[in-house]
């Protein structure tokens, strides 16, 4: 691999490889400055404190757009290593939920609070209304508080393998909180989540549909039972954040699961 190689591009900025087992996420111009300073800050903090992901090193500009160094780990996305035999996506799913807890048992400072996280996600939408959005927040004000590192976005394409350790990558979504609102989004985007190439699935015949689905709830339901036995946390007080989580869902470009969420939303209102 050569220095400057592109090796994967995203909504906010391409991947090119640094040398020296660096890479760099080079920004796009249209990201602003103040999230490219706060996605550091929050990097540096997050990599001092939990070891289990990429090591920030430092923030350049590179052709007039701005960039972080990271650490470069060669792995393989946990979705696709899951997929390479039925019997390892059990065993996944667990060391998922195992890397899950492990995070959550650090305390991070300094960095965006759970509330911020979650009201910031519920105003942007344009799919609740005033009333909505004012009783779902108010809703939120009421949830336990916290101050553990949670993800924001833990799921298996954000998860690697190398040498036999999982690493979490993307810390954009990343907030300082309770952990039971972080394991309640796992939760739903192993359940009810759907990428652009599901669509294909949601168009077969129902018995497709209902194996598609199902499938989906096994995986959900071996990753929260892990994360329940290790941590000791009930399912009531995790499935407790499933609103202020589908509500805040909303504000994301998944319009495949606008109505699903729409109707969870108004059935726990």
């Not at 939990?50 to 780990?73: A, H, L, M, Q, S």
């Not at 979705?79 to 998922?96: A, C």
């Not at 009333?131 to 298996?156: A, T």
């Amino acid at each position: 691999m050569l220095k400057g190689e592109v090796i994967g591009k995203g909504r906010t900025a391409e991947v090119i490889y640094w040398g020296n087992n660096k890479v760099l996420k080079l920004f796009y111009k249209k990201i602003s400055s103040e999230y490219i300073d706060y996605q550091y800050k929050v990097d540096s903090i997050v990599g001092n404190i939990f070891p289990k992901c990429p090591k920030t090193f430092d923030r350049i500009v590179e052709n007039n757009r701005i960039g972080i160094i990271y650490e470069y780990i060669e792995g393989t996305e946990l979705r696709e290593f899951m997929g390479k035999s039925i019997k390892s996506i059990s065993k996944f799913l667990k060391r998922l939920a195992e890397l899950h807890v492990e995070m959550h048992e650090n305390e991070i400072n300094n960095i965006n609070s759970q509330f911020q996280h979650f009201e910031n996600g519920i105003q942007r939408t344009d799919s609740l209304d005033a009333n909505q959005k004012r009783e779902i927040i108010k809703y939120l004000k009421m949830l336990p508080d916290g101050n553990v590192i949670c993800h924001g976005d833990f799921h298996v394409e954000n998860v690697i393998i190398s040498k036999n350790t999982l690493y979490v990558m993307d810390w954009s979504n990343a907030y300082s909180g309770n952990q039971n609102g972080d394991v309640a989004r796992t939760y739903y985007v192993l359940k009810h989540g759907l990428a652009p190439s599901d669509e294909i699935f949601l168009k077969k015949s129902f018995l497709h549909r209902f194996l598609f689905k199902r499938i989906k709830s096994l995986t959900a339901k071996i990753y929260i039972k892990h994360y329940m036995k290790l941590s000791g946390i009930s399912l009531k007080d995790i499935r407790m954040w499933d609103l202020v989580v589908y509500a805040a869902r909303l504000s994301e470009p998944i319009p495949l699961e606008y109505d699903n969420l729409l109707k969870m939303i108004k059935k726990l209102l």
